[in-house]
């Protein structure tokens, strides 16, 4: 490689401009990871006998480092709580950085023109709440950079028994508005593409069926206006936030039966397919080092399959 093409990579890296942009969106991810941290532990708190039992869960927040410490390829802070209105949830951020490999640059919009080199940032989440009767939750954001840079992301409910599983299920349609507040929030944020973009990328086609009831899904999110992109993706985050701990609150009181426990570790069971089947999310982080106890947390921590 050329010595005028290094300096343009470098260059194009370590844009000013592009640097304040990664600082930014990188606190943000962090801080949002905060904010649900709190949420979620707070409905622990409000759990009580006689159906939940044992001392409300907290989060271990847990540094990690990406490589073999031998050079700075950025790391994350993994979230990790097993409590008793959750189950197992995972909330986790990360800032990595570095060389995609050469298979797998080329399947990544601009790496070719950055030799492979990138950034990323971004907060992933999955809930799975102990009571059947309350859906289980998906969400990401993250800002990626090549020799381009955007947004992507997006949150879905995955409800796991048969009368919830939807979209004119209460909490499904409140979800969706959330969602749709997030769209309206920038002009644009096309909600009827994301939602449809949602419904055809989350789903299970060796079952040709959805994983859950939907809500919004976007990726290499680039309008030319980098503060809008930024402040939809924000707003997506806080709609999260905000309708989700509400749907928990709304469910977790009422009782299970034996039955509506065991349609919900098998439906659990379509999660763990489409994770190891097809998530770009999964095979982004294993392909680029991640962390795979964090990559992987998003697995349910009891599932069947009949």
Known sequence: MSQERQQRIKSSMTDPDLNARKTRASAWFKSLQEDICARFEALEDAAAPPLYKGPAGRFDLTEWSRGDGSEDLGGGRMGLMRGRVFEKVGVHFSLVHGTFSEAFAAQIPGADQSDGQFWASGISL??????????????????????????????????????QRNQAFEDSVDFHAAMKAACDSYDGADFVAMRDHCDSYFHLAHRNEPRGTGGIFYDRFNSGDWEGDFAFTQEVGRQFADIYPKLVARRMNRPWSEAEREEQLIQRGRYVEFNLLYDRGTTFGLKTGGNVTSILSSMPPVVKWP
Do not use: C, E, Q
């Open 126 to 163: 999955i809930a799975h709440p102990r009571n059947p009767h309350v859906p289980a939750a998906h969400m990401n954001t993250r800002m990626l950079v090549t020799s381009d840079s955007w947004f992507g992301g997006g949150g879905d409910l995955n409800p796991l028994l048969d009368y």
